[in-house]
């Protein structure tokens, strides 16, 4: 930054997350989020939107989702194709009422990023988020084309829960080792037999469990077992991340899973995933389970959205079918295909599930 430039920012009135107001981009995104553009003036931020992204480099603080929380400001004067963008912008929010102001600076902040367009300061003060105009979402916007977004019908993400949104360290049978011994794999396979039924909400599993304990001479009460092998359960940080873009990106998320009432318990208390979703529905609580299509329309109908809004990932085959019967867009994939897969399958559908700005 030379001394004395002058750098300016167009901004709506009302500040985000970020603490400061939110640029003119942003500002038009949440009236596109709320559904409030006309079809012309959706068409036009996106041939805007697109033009910039194409023409001005994207600041590489975004490549992590921005966690300095920088904000960018142009080098003054802004070139003339580039004024006559934001005059655009500019025209749209006018059109609905939501004020901004164009702010010159000299010291915008501590910069992080600078190109030949642009630089990316760190503000030097933050304030709380203000109340938004009537209608307006606060939500953060994303990197690249927001067009495939725009136009996909998928509105909702509902995730299976076990080796997609959480894992069970090392596996069921190590888990089961140190309670059976060589006889881990029987072990699992028979317990996973006789809590079958109450995956559907029919009986209690630990009872049950109990039975197959004294089976195998498990001297341990059943309620330790269950505790060190069913409640064993560790959530998978990158899955809850692109949980939370799509939060902030304005889908709604969900949980759909095939648990009896005692893991659910956990899942819900200790683990506290009902916070995180939108709708938590397990398949004991529905009276049916995956892969049932009659699971998969109960969701929908709990959710509130035409099956055809609704995006299910499951790390099962069978379970994807079933969602797809049930009319459900769905997609199979683990933990262990990694994040950018499971990234790529949601961009596919026009869903986009990246970190946000």
């Given amino acids: 930054m030379r001394p004395s430039e002058t750098f300016v920012r167009v901004q709506a009135t009302y500040c985000g997350r970020l603490g400061v107001e939110v640029g003119i981009f942003v500002a038009v995104d949440h009236l596109r989020r709320a559904g409030l553009l006309t079809a012309r003036e959706e068409a036009d931020y996106l041939d805007v939107d697109d033009w910039f992204t194409e023409h001005l480099p994207n600041p590489d603080f975004y490549g992590d989702g921005n966690t300095v929380g920088a904000v960018t400001w142009f080098h003054a004067p802004v070139p003339e194709d580039m004024q006559q963008r934001v ?51 606060l939500a953060p916007t994303t990197p690249g084309s927001k067009r495939a977004v725009a136009v996909s019908p998928i509105r909702h993400v509902l995730f299976d829960a076990d080796d997609v949104l959480q894992v069970v360290p090392g596996g069921w049978e190590a888990l089961a080792a140190p309670v059976v011994g060589d006889r881990a794999r029987e072990f699992v396979r028979r317990a996973w037999a006789v809590e079958r039924p109450t995956l559907a909400g029919v009986g209690d599993f630990i009872p049950l469990l109990a039975e197959v304990v004294a089976e195998f001479g498990v001297s341990a009460p059943v309620e330790q077992v269950f505790a060190d092998i069913w409640c064993r359960i560790e959530p998978v940080a990158a899955s809850f991340e692109v949980v939370d873009a799509l939060r902030r990106n304005g889908y709604g998320v969900h949980l759909r899973t095939n648990q009896d009432g005692r893991r659910a318990a956990h899942m819900r208390d200790v683990l506290g995933y009902d916070a995180v979703f939108g709708t938590s529905c397990y398949s004991y609580d529905l009276g049916v389970a995956k892969p049932d299509p009659a699971f998969f329309t109960e969701a929908a109908r709990r959710i509130d959205a035409d099956p055809a809004t609704i995006l299910f990932v499951d790390d099962t085959l069978a379970n994807v079918e079933g969602a797809r019967a049930a009319g459900l867009v769905a997609e199979r994939w683990t933990v262990a295909d990694g994040t950018p897969v499971l990234i790529d399958l949601l961009g596919a559908h026009g869903v986009d599930g990246r970190a946000t700005i």
């Fill in 87 to 137: 005059d655009r912008l500019c025209d749209i929010l006018r059109a609905h009422g939501v004020e901004f102001d164009v702010v010159h600076s000299t010291d915008p902040g501590t910069v992080v990023y600078q190109d030949e367009f642009q630089v990316g300061v760190v503000p030097r003060v933050r304030r709380e988020a203000t109340p938004l105009p009537d209608g307006v979402v």
